[in-house]
């Protein structure tokens, strides 16, 4: 099949990841269009049923995240999330340094995954992070950073894996911007199934006119008006 001729690695590599990285200073995110087919979409849509492929599951109506569930994958993860958590992260962490380079916030960040894992497992976070999110007709989820301790990576990733208007409608994904002593600014993005999302965790730096200030961002999921919708969350640190 067209799809799996090139291996995940290779998408990866393949991607343009100076334009990764404008995007990241510029405005906090970057889409990555069409690097999964619709096959393997559906076959990370079905591992939510897999009850053995999790370690905790979250009503997220019952700590008012929202409205729908979502699951942490334990350790070993699914095969594709664990090549797009480790074949991303190198690509990244260029940006990650100058993130925290011109903000002062970390020492800055290794060059492999398996060396940052071991720093977030040796600073006592050891709980992997990523999840599928299912949200069905009225679902959402507010917005909020993902954060698991005092040692995070400063982006993350969002797998879509069902097409809006077709599958779900509503549903879009949200983010905020909130500059120091203002109010803020979203954006709203609908991407394609098989389209990644990379964005900001807490922080990104701007250029002021007195330097370099921090700009929070959160993201979030509007309402689901109808169908299902259902992502998978690429966290790079691991939580306490
Ligand atoms: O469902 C979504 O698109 C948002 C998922 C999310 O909050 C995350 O992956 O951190
Ligand atoms: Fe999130």
């Not at 001729?5 to 998408?11: N, W």
């Amino acid at each position: 099949m067209m799809e799996t001729a090139l291996t995940l690695q290779h998408r990866i590599e393949s991607q343009d990841w100076n334009h990764v990285d404008e995007q990241l200073c510029g405005r906090g995110f970057a889409l990555l269009e069409n690097v999964l087919s619709a096959d393997e979409c559906t076959e990370l849509k079905v591992l939510y049923s897999q009850d053995h492929l999790f370690r905790s599951t979250i009503d997220m109506g019952r700590y008012r995240f929202g409205e729908g569930e979502y699951r942490y994958f334990r350790y070993p993860l699914p095969e594709v999330i664990q090549q797009l958590r480790t074949g991303m992260y190198p690509f990244l962490v260029p940006t990650a340094n100058k993130f925290v380079r011109v903000l002062k916030t970390s020492a800055g960040y290794p060059t492999g995954h398996g060396e940052f894992l071991s720093y977030c497992h040796q600073e006592g976070q050891k709980r992997p992070t990523p999840l599928i999110l299912r949200y069905e007709e009225g679902g959402y989820n507010t917005l909020h950073q993902d954060l698991y301790g005092d040692v995070y990576f400063p982006f993350q990733a969002v797998l879509f894996l069902n097409q809006p208007n077709k599958d779900f409608g509503g549903g879009e994904f949200v983010m905020t911007e909130q500059r120091p002593r203002a109010q803020s600014s979203a954006e709203v993005l609908q991407p394609n199934q098989g389209d990644i999302l990379i964005f900001t965790t807490n922080y990104r730096p701007v250029n002021g006119v007195r330097g370099y200030y921090r700009v929070a961002m959160r993201h979030g999921v509007s309402r689901v008006k109808w169908g299902e919708r259902v992502a998978v969350g690429i966290i790079f640190h691991d939580a306490h």
